[in-house]
């Protein structure tokens, strides 16, 4: 497994403290309910919608949270959460099949996503959210020249016009990225474990 991978994996940590007293729920809905709503909007629900289901499912997590038990062997915390979101939007075409014909046609296709889809599409939205939460959080730590040597390295640019761009040895530009890349993979570690 690399060590993204490995990175990624969800720890019960924050589960039991939400399990146990009500006052980490704020922390617990701060790091989920972005999340919640990319997985909703994933499946091809439009913003506003989108809005209200995160509130539902947050909502069926807060109802159901002390009847969840950990196993990580039998599912993971993510699969037991796109279950519900999935089940929420499932609810919420159905309802809207009987009250508005027109955007229920619109939704049809997103009632044949399979629980299996649901959780790849939770698993990339995971990754991308915590990335993107270690990529905000590290970014005004370097100079604007370690940033722009990670960003263009992750481009694609070839190290040899990053040196000439910015004006540095392509030793540099390998550094400058390293130091970048390090970071932001300690960082997600850091998030997913306190996170999780």
């Not at 040196?163 to 400058?176: P, Q, W």
């Amino acid at each position: 497994m690399a060590v993204m991978d490995k990175a990624f994996n969800t720890k019960d940590t924050l589960l039991f403290r939400v399990q146990k007293n009500s006052e980490s729920w704020d922390e617990f809905t701060s790091v989920y309910k972005r999340y919640i709503y990319l997985i909703i909007r994933a499946m091809k629900i439009n913003h506003h919608d989108a809005e209200d289901l995160t509130q539902n499912v947050l909502l069926k997590v807060w109802k159901n949270i002390n009847d969840y038990t950990y196993n990580p062997d039998h599912a993971r915390f993510r699969t037991w959460l796109s279950r519900i979101c999935r089940n929420q939007v499932i609810d919420f075409v159905r309802k809207k099949k009987t009250h508005d014909n027109k955007l229920a046609h619109s939704y049809a296709e997103t009632v044949k996503i399979s629980q299996p889809q649901v959780e790849a599409l939770a698993e990339d939205e995971w990754k991308a959210h915590v990335s993107t939460a270690a990529w905000e959080n590290i970014k005004s730590n370097f100079k604007t020249e370690a940033m722009s040597c990670f960003e263009m390295i992750n481009d694609g640019r070839e190290v040899q016009a990053i040196a000439k761009e910015l004006n540095l040895s392509e030793s540099s530009v390998y550094v400058y990225s390293k130091r970048v890349r390090d970071n932001l993979i300690a960082e997600v570690r850091r998030l997913n474990n306190s996170w999780s």
